[in-house]
């Protein structure tokens, strides 16, 4: 989008930067300027002007100036075209756009026009929560309970959803408006084709968390419930003006205070931020129920060159702080710090701080692990340093997230750490990896394929005879079920059909029996590696979209029996495979006093199974090397470093009894 120039001089010319300033800084007239606070950094006496002749601001403090699109941008941390029409919109002007075609600005003004509509009833939903807490002891005792002031709860607009089916109808006249199911409000539900859908209130019994986009607007809503029900914590759904993806819960609140603190914590839960903002930690924000992404720290470094992460030092908060690191390379450039945060498993900031004290967990935050650090620790986790083998898979490991590194003296630091850790001097890893294509993802799906095909370069001849190595018969060996068809990450797609498994059917596929074996104990889930989540996620077709689905479950409702997540996967594309699957599990459920031992033996089949999985990546892996062998000197290194692997999970295969 081109907003022509003139255009931005005439909103400039127009706009009135005391006023713009005046609604988030106490301004007072001095001589010719305004002075006030400047909301860029902490300060006692007042060095911030605001010059209404030169439609300027500076501060004389610490240098920031800017006329009011800059102001909006360095204040509310929006992007240039947002904060232009953000003040076009308040003198009433239409943005020209000189590229865009009139049905695309209609369509666009049309969008504007929603989402401020959808605000307004979010607006006026909080308003009335924040009225029912007044009147709601239960929650007022909770949140006495949990250390929250009658001051934070205002400041963070905390409130309560009463525990009728309909109360928004007595703030909504019009209950049946579409704008409330939109908006996330209400819940409509259709059942058989009845001709009356039925409306009632999503959320009901909850303490209610507004959040807010950056310019303070209400655009969503989470409710924790007061005692321990499942969900514990429900979010608004995905609406126009929502998306969990990208928004973060107390930015609007803890904007000045990244500046005053020099950097942004990142928690995971609404009690965390309302909690350190209580214990003098202003500055902190949590991701709504998913994983940290690449659009979270894009929007947090609008703010401050330095965030820490915030997690569980359990193996949950491993994963996630994992993830993080995924999201947070793309943007490590040499001038930020980004370091992760690892408490004990048995705390979490709230019951750290109160534990130990404001200084105790300061100091934590000091000597948080930089993502240097992490990044090695994630490159070099189960491989075995003494060994060239392990020391070649580190090196697979290190070279995505080296390369979502940005160009710079520390991705090249890091480049020389790696290189010295897998025993190769810097220039010969680079040549290494510029030589080779790049690599699958680590733990990127082979199609379920089990054993030979035709064409296959490779077989199993050189595994031990079946009366020592003999794997579980799921799937047809030779002559896979569904249609395979080309495709550009494996060179082939399975497509499996979904099917009965009663009666005489053919066996389930290895992912099939992965779907059965964590939907009927989600906490297995957790106690994966990363590496064996993405090969699962990147499963083609129903498989992955299923457990990107469970990925995401977990993070936003914790672990969850498999009939939460039956009602949960309703109307999703891969609900009739799940059904079909746990119909067979729920036919055979352990005998009575057999649960323990149950348990066990699934842990150990699902085990055998993702290993059988991982095996068949590598050797898909295996094929690439051999066919890229004729232009690639390094592609038979590759081959044996990837035969060593398949040899060592061989062996534990063997030695498991599969």
């Not at 059942?191 to 807010?212: C, H, L, N, S």
């Not at 980004?338 to 534990?355: G, M, N, Q, T, V």
């Not at 892996?621 to 290194?637: N, T």
């Amino acid at each position: 989008m081109t907003i022509p120039a003139s255009f931005i001089q005439e909103l400039i010319a127009r706009a009135d930067v005391v006023e713009i300033v005046g609604r988030y800084v106490q301004l007072k007239k001095a001589g010719a300027n305004f002075m006030g606070l400047c909301p860029f950094h902490g300060e006692k006496s007042p060095s911030f002007s605001v010059s209404p002749t030169k439609q300027f601001y500076h501060c004389f403090g610490c240098g920031v100036h800017g006329n009011a699109i800059g102001f909006l941008m360095e204040h509310a941390g929006m992007g240039f075209v947002e904060a232009v029409h953000d003040l076009a919109g308040q003198y009433g002007l239409q943005v020209p756009e000189d590229d865009a075609s009139p049905a695309e600005r209609a369509r666009a003004a049309n969008q504007r026009q929603k989402q401020a509509t959808l605000t307004d009833v979010l607006e006026k939903a909080g308003e009335a929560y924040r009225k029912a807490l007044r009147q709601a002891p239960g929650a007022i005792e909770y949140l006495k309970g949990r250390g929250v002031s009658g001051e934070v709860a205002k400041q963070f607009g905390i409130g309560y959803a009463p525990a009728g089916w309909r109360t928004l109808a007595s703030v909504f006249p019009d209950y049946d408006d579409p704008l409330l199911a939109e908006s996330g409000l209400v819940i409509v539900n259709t059942e058989d084709g009845a001709e009356d859908a039925k409306r009632y209130d999503r959320f009901r019994d909850r303490v209610m968390f507004p959040i807010r986009n950056v310019k303070g607007e209400c655009i969503g809503f989470g409710g924790r419930v007061l005692g321990d029900e499942k969900p514990k914590y429900l979010n608004s759904p995905e609406t126009p003006v929502f998306s969990k993806g990208r928004e973060l819960y107390g930015l609007y609140e803890a904007r000045a205070a990244f500046r005053e603190r020099g950097y942004a914590l990142v928690t995971e839960g609404y009690m965390d931020v309302v909690a350190l903002a209580q214990l003098g930690f202003p500055n902190a924000v949590a991701t709504l129920g998913t994983a940290c992404t690449t659009e979270h720290v894009q929007k947090l470094f609008r703010f401050t060159e330095s965030v820490v992460f915030s997690f569980d030092g359990d193996a949950a908060g491993r994963r996630a702080a994992r993830k993080a690191l995924d999201g947070a390379l793309p943007y490590a450039t040499d001038v930020r710090s980004i370091k992760f945060l690892f408490l004990p498993a048995e705390h979490d900031p709230d019951s750290f701080i109160r534990e130990f004290g404001a200084d105790a967990f300061a100091r934590f935050v000091q000597e948080a692990t930089p993502l240097s650090r992490f990044m090695i620790e994630a490159a070099r986790e189960g491989c075995d340093l003494t060994s060239a083998e392990g020391r070649a898979h580190m090196s697979s490991n290190a070279r995505p997230l080296w390369s979502a590194m940005p160009d710079g003296a520390l991705k090249r630091q890091m480049l020389s750490e790696i290189a010295s850790l897998v025993q190769l001097d810097a220039a010969a890893l680079s040549e290494l990896w510029a030589a080779t294509p790049a690599p699958r993802k680590a733990a990127a799906a082979p199609s379920p394929r089990q054993g030979n095909e035709p064409g296959d370069p490779f077989d199993y001849s050189d595994m031990p005879p079946p009366s020592e190595y003999e794997p579980p018969r799921y799937e047809n060996d030779s002559k896979p079920r569904g249609k395979f068809t080309k495709g550009k990450r494996w060179g082939g797609k399975f497509e499996a059909p979904i099917e009965p498994l009663r009666g005489r059917g053919k066996p389930p596929s290895r992912p099939d029996v992965a779907v059965r074996l964590l939907l009927s104990n989600m906490a297995q889930w957790d106690a994966l590696s990363h590496e064996l989540h993405v090969m699962l996620c990147d499963l083609p077709g129903a498989h992955g979209a299923l457990f990107t689905w469970l990925d995401s479950q977990l993070h936003e409702h914790g672990v969850q029996p498999w009939a939460a997540l039956r009602e949960g996967m309703r109307g999703l594309d891969f609900e009739p495979l799940a059904e079909r699957l746990m119909a067979v599990s729920e036919s055979a459920p352990p005998a009575e006093g057999e649960e323990a031992q149950h348990l066990s033996d699934a842990a150990k089949e699902l085990s055998s199974v993702l290993d059988f999985m991982l095996d068949d990546l590598l050797k898909a892996q295996q094929s690439e090397a051999i066919a890229a062998v004729g232009s690639d000197p390094k592609a038979l290194e590759r081959y044996k470093a990837l035969e060593a692997r398949r040899l060592e999970l061989r062996a534990r295969l063997k030695s498991s009894g599969s």
